[in-house]
Nanobody
Framework: QVKLVESGGGVVQPGDSLRLACVAS????????MGWFRQGPGKQREVIAR????????YITDSAKGRFTISRDSAKNTLYLQMNSLKPEDTATYYC?????????????WGQGTQVTVSS
């Protein structure tokens, strides 16, 4: 059974940075395609960034390019999302997801989410 646990969210001001972490258990992240998603109030869950099981970043949404970086530490079985220059529109619940081939909004493995609020 794959379990994903996110952490690192919080309340920050515009321009601040946060690093989210997603610790996986039950399966090595080197065998999972993984990604970060977010869901704002009244909105559908959207993908921010994707990474293949081999660690190749295959997608970053336009609004995150130049500001967010997805990475992983296989030794810690952990996926990260470094978020810089945060904006109020980045306010959302952030989720990490996992799948055997490609991670999408219908993938089977999800964490519980971590709240990010960007406000002055």
């Amino acid at each position: 059974q794959v379990k994903l646990v996110e952490s690192g969210g919080g309340v920050v001001q515009p321009g601040d940075s946060l690093r989210l972490a997603c610790v996986a258990s039950g399966r090595a992240i080197g065998t999972l395609a993984m990604g970060w998603f977010r869901q704002g109030p009244g909105k559908q869950r959207e993908v921010i960034a994707r990474m293949t099981s081999s660690g190749v970043v295959t997608y970053i949404t336009d609004s995150a390019k130049g500001r967010f970086t997805i990475s992983r530490d296989s030794a810690k079985n952990t996926l990260y999302l470094q978020m810089n220059s945060l904006k109020p529109e980045d306010t959302a619940t952030y989720y990490c997801g996992g799948d055997s081939v490609v991670v999408t909004t219908t993938s089977p493995y999800w964490g519980q989410g971590t709240q990010v609020t960007v406000s002055s």
